[in-house]
């Protein structure tokens, strides 16, 4: 995890390397246990991270599918492509069917 990648594009990098198929399911406690590994801030909770599960899916990159207590379940909407942002030189990971627009620095990619 670098410092300049924010969380949604953490969780965006996540999804691209291990849910990148719209059959399959995930929650938002995978995603979280892997942030952990990567490096995420212990003072970061599962609870802090709902707004950028709701950030994704207001994007279109996301659905959600189910809910219990704090879990929530997801699938794509459709599977994501790896791009770099020529602009702020970011590694970027997009839905297929989402504006080709930087969620980093909003340039056009």
Same mark, same amino acid.
């Given at each position: 995890m670098t410092s300049t990648e924010t969380i949604p #594009?953490? @969780?965006? !990098? $996540?999804? +691209?390397?291990? +849910?990148? *198929?719209?059959? #399959?399911? +995930?929650?938002? *406690?995978? $995603?979280?246990e892997i942030l952990k590994e990567r490096g995420l801030g212990s003072s970061?909770? @599962?609870d802090d991270m709902e707004p950028y599960f709701k950030q994704l899916h207001d994007e279109g990159l996301i659905r959600p599918i189910a809910q219990n207590f704090t879990t929530q379940w997801f699938k794509l909407f459709d599977v994501l492509? !790896? #791009?770099? =942002? !020529?602009s702020c030189n970011q590694? @970027?990971?997009?839905?297929? #069917?989402?504006?080709?627009?930087?969620?980093? =620095? !909003?340039?056009? $990619?």
């Open positions: #594009l953490q @969780i965006r !990098k $996540i999804i +691209f390397e291990k +849910f990148n *198929d719209t059959n #399959l399911r +995930f929650t938002n *406690d995978e $995603i979280y970061v909770t @599962i492509e !790896k #791009l770099n =942002c !020529k590694e @970027i990971c997009l839905g297929k #069917l989402e504006p080709h627009v930087c969620p980093q =620095c !909003k340039a056009p $990619i």
